[in-house]
C-alpha cells in the first residue's frame, strides 16, 4: 500500500461546505418518521474510478444518516455517450423522486431530458460552463449540486510543478469531448503562458486510448499534469506505469490518484463531496426546499498529498518545505 504524508493547507477554516449546508446528521429521523414514504432516486454515473464511486457512497451515506428509506436505480454508462444518453432517458421515463447526476456529462444528459424531475450533481467542474445552472448562487430550474473544483488547485499545482519540482515541458492527456477537461485545460494553457511554461498535450477519446497518448509524450516532457478527466482517470494505471518507467513526476488532480500512483495533488475527499450532495437531495425529497433554492457548492476545504512510494519510484526527494506542516 502506497505511503501517502498529508500536508494540509486548509484554506477556511471549516470542513467541507459545514456553513453552507450543515454538519453531519441534519435529519436525524427513522423512516417511519418520514410518514413511511420510500423515495426513488436514479443515479447516472459516466464511468468507474475512484473519485466519483466514492461521491456516489458519500451521496447515499448522508441519504441513510437522514433517516429516508431509499430505493437506487444505478446505472453506469461506462464512458460511452450513447449509453449516458439511454441511461438519462430511461431515468426519465422511470419518474423517480430525484437524479443523482455523478459527473459533468451525466448531468447534462439528464438535465436535457427533464425540466420537472429534481436532479442534484457532483464531480461537476464547471456548472454555469456546463450549462447546468443559471449561476451558482442562484440555480433556476431543477438542477443544483456540488463542483469539484477549487479555484486555486490550478494555480497550485502549476506553481508546485515550476517552483518545486523545476518543471518546464509539462505533459497533459485529455478527452477533449469532456467540457469539464477542457475548462481545466484552458486554464493550464493559461497559467503556463504566464508562468513562462510549455504544455505538450495528448488527446484521447476512450480509455483504451490513454497508453498510447501519453507514451506519445514520453521523451517531449519533464513532468506530467494529470487533471480532473473521467476518461484518463478510469485508465490511470497507463500513466502512472510510464511516468514511472521514465522517472517523470506526474501531478495529478484528485487525492484517490495519489493513492494510484500519483506523485501528489491538491484537493479533498469526494465521500464529503457525496455526501454534501447527499445533505441537498435531502432538503429537496423532504420539500424543505426546491433546486432553484440551493446554491451551487464550492469545496472550501484543500489538502496537499504526497505518495513517498512513487517519489522513491521516480528517486525524487521529499523537499524540506514539503514537509514542514505535514500532519501524520
Known sequence: MSKLKKITIILFSAMLLLVACGGGNQNPLSGNEWNGKKYTVGVTQIVEHPSLN???????????????DVEYQVQNAQNDNSTNMTIATNLVNSNVDLIF????????????????????FTSVTDAVGAQLVDSLENPGGNVTGTIDLHPDVIPLTMTFLKKQLGAKNIGVVFNAGEQNARVQIDKVKELAKEMDLNIIEASVATSADVKQAVDSLIGKVDSLYIIKDNTVVSALESVTSAAFDNKLPMMVGELDSVKRGGL?????SYHDLGYETGQMAVKILTGE???????????KNLQFVVNEETASAIG????EEW??????
Open 54 to 68: 466514492a461521491a456516489y457512497e458519500g451521496f447515499k451515506q448522508a441519504l441513510a444518516d437522514a433517516g429516508l
Open 101 to 120: 447526476a455523478n459527473s459533468t456529462s451525466s448531468a447534462q444528459a439528464v438535465a436535457s431530458e427533464t425540466q420537472e424531475i429534481p436532479i442534484v
Open 264 to 268: 501528489a495533488a491538491y484537493g479533498f
Open 289 to 299: 426546499s426546491k433546486p432553484s433554492e440551493l446554491p451551487v457548492q464550492v469545496t
Open 316 to 319: 525524487l526527494d521529499i523537499k
Open 323 to 328: 514537509q514542514a506542516e505535514i500532519s501524520e
